[in-house]
């Protein structure tokens, strides 16, 4: 007898439909899987025959014959054992008559018959409602993750037998009710407030141009001057998430296995890894690739404390995600592609000791430290970042001043008005910040008045610029133009564009 379930499986952030096989003969116990399976698809048979028994009905004696398909795809994980179980019983007695047709079946089984959890459900009851399948029948710990899809019916599975006497129409299972994404709706409690932030109001105003424009910001200056806290605001003055960009991410950190909660991600992700970190870990990778970092960041922050102190290999991976806004990842098994939409926030020491060219406590670094330190950064992953920001000491006055700073509520605002513009300017373009834009978008969006010309061309004649750093100057300027809502670069929005530029030159020269 045949018979025919099916399952789902995450491939990259991508979610593919796997039609399970049974093919039972016979009445010689033997067990067979079939269409490229790992070690953990093939163990599923002592799972699946002991949740069988254990719950209550009789395992088969036969020649049993499972094939996943398509058979050209490795089959990873224990996703599949429901689906298979499922399939298992239909070729007898307790499930042959019953339609399983328009469902779909992911799921761990337990020994015990329990349905256990599994990463990247969301990814696959995305593609279960894509397929055209009505119901989809997940882990109980799952189902809340997979109810904020709208158009297929989601039932969360706590036992093989709960399930079984369900698809016999013995019992119900309930259905998990569709959640609105407006429940998850988080607060700013625990990001630092700007307006807790004494002084620094060159490098507020440049987080402020990096969130509005969605701009790749490095912040250089020596220890204490407040570089981390600055950093750790930034989610405090990103536009909310919209229900795809949450959707998106929650499927990444879904796959990841760092989804603990809430089914969606309503807040911005910050990450914040440590120097140590491996290029794999940060870029993503192992036999079947995992995202990294910078994916986990994907409508987020990546905030790199102590950029020179990471290891090179790792940085220099950064260089193509922070162009395609995507990072591929091929391995002998597969080849996957993941979202990495990020900010990348950058702090930095000017020197191994902290304090070359502070104004009152003298550089201890030995001869040619400091050029060693600054040569961890290679000059094309600089090019890649679009403002460098000077974060100086502060003095007794400016620390001891009563006087309030602007919140992160009202420089959210500001944010917002002008993301506002963008998606308008942009709205059939395919992109939605300054930061995203394109030689032929430049060209179309940066019209520049004539003084402001004349300004960068100067800048690109005495800074040395590179065809990409005349590019984010451009891209800076039209964000800084935005905030002001001038439709056309005026010379002094140009000037700032420049002065957030050049840091990086009088600095990196200076060894």
């Given at each position: 007898?045949?018979?025919?379930?099916?399952?789902?499986?995450?491939?990259?952030?991508?979610?593919?439909?796997?039609?399970?096989?049974?093919?039972?003969?016979?009445?010689?116990?033997?067990?067979?899987?079939?269409?490229?399976?790992?070690?953990?698809?093939?163990?599923?048979?002592?799972?699946?025959?002991?949740?069988?028994?254990?719950?209550?009905?009789?395992?088969p004696?036969?020649?049993?014959?499972?094939?996943?398909?398509?058979?050209?795809?490795?089959?990873?994980?224990?996703?599949?054992?429901?689906a298979?179980?499922?399939?298992?019983?239909?070729?007898?007695?307790?499930?042959?008559?019953?339609?399983?047709?328009?469902?779909?079946?992911?799921?761990?089984?337990?020994?015990?018959?329990e349905?256990?959890?599994?990463?990247?459900?969301?990814t696959?009851?995305?593609?279960?409602?894509?397929?055209g399948?009505r119901?989809?029948?997940?882990p109980?710990?799952?189902?809340?993750?997979?109810?904020?899809?709208?158009?297929?019916?989601?039932y969360?599975?706590?036992n093989?037998r709960?399930?079984?006497?369900?698809?016999?129409g013995?019992e119900?299972?309930?259905?998990?009710?569709?959640?609105?994404?407006?429940?998850?709706?988080t607060?700013?409690?625990?990001i630092?407030?700007?307006?807790?932030?004494?002084?620094q109001?060159?490098?507020?105003?440049?987080?402020?141009?990096?969130?509005?424009?969605?701009?790749?910001?490095?912040l250089?200056?020596?220890?204490?001057?407040?570089?981390?806290?600055?950093?750790?605001?930034?989610?405090?003055?990103?536009?909310?998430?919209?229900?795809?960009?949450?959707?998106?991410t929650?499927q990444?950190?879904?796959?990841?296995?760092?989804?603990?909660?809430?089914?969606?991600?309503?807040a911005?992700?910050?990450?914040?890894?440590?120097?140590?970190?491996?290029?794999?870990?940060?870029?993503?990778?192992?036999?079947?690739?995992?995202?990294?970092?910078?994916?986990?960041?994907?409508?987020?922050?990546?905030?790199?404390?102590?950029?020179?102190?990471?290891r090179?290999?790792?940085?220099?991976a950064?260089?193509?995600?922070?162009?395609?806004?995507?990072v591929?990842?091929?391995?002998v098994?597969a080849?996957?592609?993941?979202?990495?939409?990020f900010?990348?926030v950058?702090?930095?020491?000017?020197?191994?000791?902290?304090?070359?060219?502070?104004?009152?406590i003298?550089?201890?670094?030995p001869?040619g430290?400091?050029?060693?330190?600054?040569?961890?950064?290679?000059?094309?992953?600089?090019?890649?970042i679009?403002?460098?920001?000077?974060?100086p000491?502060?003095?007794?006055?400016?620390?001891s001043?009563?006087?309030?700073?602007?919140?992160s509520e009202?420089?959210r605002?500001?944010?917002c008005?002008?993301?506002?513009?963008?998606?308008?300017?942009?709205k059939?373009?395919?992109?939605?910040?300054?930061?995203?834009?394109?030689?032929?978008?430049?060209?179309?969006?940066?019209?520049?008045?004539?003084?402001?010309?004349?300004?960068l061309?100067?800048?690109f004649?005495?800074?040395?610029?590179?065809?990409?750093?005349?590019?984010r100057?451009?891209?800076?300027?039209?964000?800084?133009?935005?905030?002001?809502?001038?439709?056309?670069i005026?010379w002094?929005?140009?000037?700032v564009?420049?002065?957030?530029?050049?840091?990086?030159?009088?600095?990196?020269?200076?060894?």
């Amino acid at each position: 007898m045949i018979s025919k379930v099916y399952s789902a499986a995450s491939h990259g952030i991508e979610g593919l439909i796997v039609d399970v096989e049974c093919y039972c003969q016979g009445n010689t116990p033997r067990f067979d899987i079939i269409g490229l399976p790992d070690t953990a698809v093939k163990e599923s048979y002592n799972r699946i025959k002991a949740a069988i028994k254990t719950s209550g009905f009789m395992y088969p004696v036969a020649n049993v014959t499972i094939n996943l398909a398509p058979a050209n795809i490795n089959k990873q994980g224990t996703g599949y054992d429901l689906a298979s179980l499922i399939s298992i019983l239909k070729c007898t007695d307790i499930l042959c008559d019953f339609d399983t047709e328009d469902k779909c079946f992911v799921g761990e089984i337990a020994l015990g018959g329990e349905v256990r959890r599994i990463n990247g459900i969301l990814t696959m009851c995305i593609a279960a409602k894509k397929a055209g399948f009505r119901e989809i029948y997940v882990p109980a710990e799952n189902a809340r993750e997979a109810a904020v899809v709208e158009g297929i019916d989601v039932y969360g599975v706590k036992n093989v037998r709960s399930v079984t006497m369900h698809l016999r129409g013995e019992e119900s299972i309930p259905k998990t009710p569709l959640t609105p994404y407006e429940a998850f709706y988080t607060d700013m409690a625990g990001i630092p407030d700007f307006a807790d932030i004494k002084g620094q109001s060159n490098a507020k105003y440049a987080l402020q141009l990096a969130a509005a424009g969605m701009h790749n910001i490095l912040l250089i200056g020596p220890p204490g001057t407040g570089k981390s806290m600055l950093a750790k605001s930034l989610p405090g003055i990103l536009p909310p998430m919209t229900f795809e960009e949450a959707l998106q991410t929650t499927q990444i950190y879904s796959i990841a296995g760092e989804l603990h909660e809430d089914a969606l991600l309503a807040a911005r992700p910050f990450r914040s890894p440590h120097h140590s970190v491996s290029g794999v870990s940060l870029v993503g990778g192992g036999k079947m690739p995992l995202p990294g970092e910078i994916s986990l960041a994907n409508n987020g922050v990546l905030f790199l404390d102590e950029l020179p102190e990471f290891r090179k290999d790792a940085t220099e991976a950064l260089r193509q995600p922070l162009e395609d806004r995507k990072v591929e990842i091929t391995r002998v098994n597969a080849k996957v592609s993941y979202p990495a939409r990020f900010m990348l926030v950058c702090a930095m020491n000017p020197c191994k000791c902290g304090y070359y060219g502070h104004s009152t406590i003298n550089c201890t670094c030995p001869p040619g430290a400091i050029s060693k330190y600054l040569s961890r950064i290679s000059g094309p992953l600089l090019d890649r970042i679009d403002i460098h920001v000077d974060v100086p000491s502060l003095d007794y006055a400016t620390l001891s001043s009563a006087q309030q700073a602007e919140s992160s509520e009202k420089i959210r605002e500001k944010v917002c008005d002008a993301r506002e513009i963008m998606r308008k300017r942009f709205k059939d373009d395919g992109i939605i910040a300054n930061g995203d834009m394109t030689t032929a978008h430049i060209r179309k969006y940066c019209k520049l008045e004539d003084r402001a010309s004349d300004i960068l061309k100067g800048a690109f004649e005495k800074m040395g610029l590179s065809a990409r750093g005349y590019d984010r100057i451009l891209r800076v300027a039209r964000t800084i133009a935005d905030l002001e809502k001038n439709d056309i670069i005026t010379w002094q929005n140009m000037s700032v564009a420049v002065r957030f530029r050049s840091l990086d030159r009088k600095t990196f020269s200076t060894k």
